[in-house]
Nanobody, 125 residues
Framework: QVQLVESGGGLVQPGGSLRLACATS????????ITWFRQAPGKEREGVSC????????YYAESVKGRFTISRDNAKNTVYLHMNSLKPDDTAVYYC??????????????????WGQGTQVTVSS
């Protein structure tokens, strides 16, 4: 059974950093594509970053390029999202997601069947 559990969210000042973790179980991590999404109040859920199965090619939304880094630790079955230079616009609930049949990166939400419960990130002074 696929399970995803996010952690690491919190309150941080503008310009600060956070590291989110997506702990996975029920599957072999490097055989699955993992994507981080976020949803701010009153807005649609949007893709933030993705790491593909196999070689682990990474992709980023334009809004986070150069500030966020996605990484994967297969030994710990965990995917991380390192977030630097945080802005108030980054405030959202962050989710990780996957799907057994997905072998490439996409930010199309309909491709994902398995989601974590989310972790809140608040960027405010």
């Amino acid at each position: 059974q696929v399970q995803l559990v996010e952690s690491g969210g919190g309150l941080v000042q503008p310009g600060g950093s956070l590291r989110l973790a997506c702990a996975t179980s029920g599957f072999t991590l490097d055989e699955y594509t993992i994507t981080w999404f976020r949803q701010a109040p009153g807005k649609e859920r949007e893709g933030v970053s993705c790491i593909s199965s196999g070689h682990g090619t990474t992709y980023y939304a334009e809004s986070v390029k150069g500030r966020f880094t996605i990484s994967r630790d297969n030994a710990k079955n965990t995917v991380y999202l390192h977030m630097n230079s945080l802005k108030p616009d980054d405030t959202a609930v962050y989710y990780c997601a996957t799907d057994p049949g997905l072998k490439y990166c996409t930010f199309y939400i309909g491709n994902y069947d398995d989601w974590g419960q989310g972790t809140q990130v608040t960027v405010s002074s």
